[in-house]
T-cell receptor, first 113, second 114 residues
Framework: AQSVAQPEDQVNVAEGNPLTVKCTYS??????LFWYVQYPNRGLQFLLK??????LVKGSYGFEAEFNKSQTSFHLKKPSALVSDSALYFC???????????FGAGTTVTVRA | EAQVTQNPRYLITVTGKKLTVTCSQN?????MSWYRQDPGLGLRQIYY???????DKGDVPEGYKVSRKEKRNFPLILESPSPNQTSLYFC?????????????FGAGSRLTVL
């Protein structure tokens, strides 16, 4: 079985400060890991993914994520947050030997001006 | 424009009145899936399809049906809706079945069952 945990329901940061959204996962094999973002009244948009190779993955809108196999984590980061980054963020995992993509419960990010 | 289109976007209905939420993609994707999004629970998979005439249950299939008669369409059918099916529904598709291809999501369909 595979699962994803996002331990924080909400993250609040000031504009210009670093932003981190935490994600830990559990799979029986090797993982594919994804981050998606959902803006109000919109569908989910892909931010970045980890397949293999370099543990630091760079994605859209200045976001990056670090894969840590020993801690089974894939935290999303942005060095300097913008008010426009305020949204709902989902981490997702898929075992390489499976078809199913499992999502975390989501983390609401609020960036205050 | 490559996209997944869902209709209707908003629907209020009553218990027991059959409804269908349509989903269509124009990217020739093999894999399609339906999710429901509920606060605190994230996205849970209802059904998925790996190709035409191939469908399978996800985590929460009870009360739902799907069909995949054509590659581009994957409708979600609620034969007898109940209030616990009030939710935000997303259709998604991706190229291929295996591999790390990215899911493309529709804009969502907000369903209220009274």
């Amino acid at each position: 079985a595979q699962s994803v945990a996002q331990p924080e329901d909400q993250v609040n940061v000031a504009e210009g400060n670093p932003l981190t959204v935490k994600c830990t996962y559990s799979v029986s094999g090797n993982p594919y890991l994804f981050w998606y973002v959902q803006y109000p009244n919109r569908g989910l948009q892909f931010l970045l993914k980890y397949i293999t190779g370099d543990n630091l993955v760079k994605g859209s809108y200045g976001f990056e994520a670090e894969f840590n196999k020993s801690q089974t984590s894939f935290h999303l980061k942005k060095p300097s947050a913008l008010v426009s980054d305020s949204a709902l963020y989902f981490c997702a995992v898929r075992d390489m030997g499976d078809y199913k993509l499992s999502f975390g419960a989501g983390t609401t990010v609020t960036v205050r001006a | 424009e490559a996209q997944v289109t869902q209709n209707p976007r908003y629907l209020i209905t009553v218990t027991g009145k059959k409804l269908t939420v349509t989903c269509s993609q124009n990217m020739n994707h093999e894999y399609m899936s339906w999710y429901r999004q509920d606060p605190g629970l994230g996205l849970r998979q209802i059904y998925y399809s790996m190709n035409v005439e191939v469908t399978d249950k996800g985590d929460v299939p009870e009360g739902y049906k799907v069909s995949r008669k054509e590659k581009r369409n994957f409708p979600l059918i609620l034969e007898s809706p109940s209030p616990n099916q009030t939710s935000l529904y997303f259709c998604a598709s991706r190229a291929g079945v295996a591999g790390a291809n990215v899911l493309t999501f529709g804009a969502g369909s907000r369903l209220t069952v009274l």
